[in-house]
């Protein structure tokens, strides 16, 4: 991760990430979700999605802003049509709205350390071009303060506002973003359906869903994709490294 990189995280609470995946593993991808049935997570659709746990490009961005002991908490797809209507704006540390309970969204940074509860990983297999939809967010609202006073009409996207971006996407990018920041889906306008995988992580001792992954449902797993499926816990972890052999 770079400097800049990490300045743009802390500035805005999101972050595209180009390139991620190859030419090859979008098509495999792609090949596999047209023949699938689309069920469960995409985890369990196969090697090349089991790969994106622990992907080689995306871990040093985990490990610099979740921490050494992060753990993948759930895993998603969203596809969406021309025409599929999305969902409100959401998110930050109490979820901006009076009574919320989302626990587990916090952003922290302190002596240049970034820490994050829940964040999220989405690998693109479809392009968002601008005004297409899909994932859209309030930059810097991870840090706000004001979050109860976003609108009604501009958390259900009734309203545009400059403060509501939706960054554009190209296939094979990543959007890493956490849960700390406004976010939300904006109706899908594009003729191609939307694909994106969501790969979502929390820090070893914290988990934001109340299901815990089975190791028996993976064929088979490397020592440090298993110690990224763990449930969650304090002591007993082992560090995840950027060596593929350990954890
Ligand atoms: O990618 C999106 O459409 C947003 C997903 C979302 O709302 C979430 O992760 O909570």
Redesign the pocket.
């Known amino acids: 991760m770079t400097n800049e990189e990490k300045f743009i995280v802390d500035l805005e609470g999101y972050l595209v990430i180009k390139n991620v995946l190859t030419k090859d593993e979008i098509v495999e991808m792609n090949q596999i979700i047209d023949n699938g049935d689309r069920n469960g997570p995409p985890s369990r659709w196969g090697e090349p999605f089991k790969k994106l746990i622990d992907h080689p490009k995306i871990l040093p961005y985990l490990i610099e802003l979740i921490g050494p002991s992060v753990r993948l908490d759930h895993d998603y797809a969203?596809f969406?049509q021309n025409g599929s209507s999305?969902?409100g704006l959401?998110?930050g540390e109490d979820g901006g709205r009076p009574g919320g309970n989302e626990g587990d969204h916090w952003y922290k940074c302190r002596d240049g350390v970034i820490r994050n509860g829940l964040c999220?990983i989405?690998y693109n297999l479809a392009p968002a071009k601008p005004g297409d939809g899909?994932?859209?967010c309030i930059p810097g609202s991870h840090k706000s303060y004001f979050l109860r006073n976003l609108p009604d009409e501009v958390r259900h996207f009734q309203r545009q506002t400059h403060y509501v971006v939706q960054p554009e996407v190209e296939v094979g990018d990543v959007?890493f973003?956490t849960?700390a920041l406004i976010?939300?889906?904006?109706p899908w306008t594009a003729e191609n359906e939307?694909r994106?995988l969501?790969y979502?992580y929390s820090p070893g001792h914290s988990a934001w869903s109340g299901n815990y992954y089975n190791l028996n449902d993976y064929e088979e797993l490397t020592e440090r994709q298993k110690l990224m499926l763990a449930p969650p816990s304090i002591g007993g972890r082992s560090s995840i490294t950027l060596d593929d052999n350990k954890g």
């Open positions: 969203i969406m999305g969902g959401h998110g999220v989405t899909g994932f859209a959007v973003f849960e976010h939300g889906t904006m939307r994106s969501l979502k």
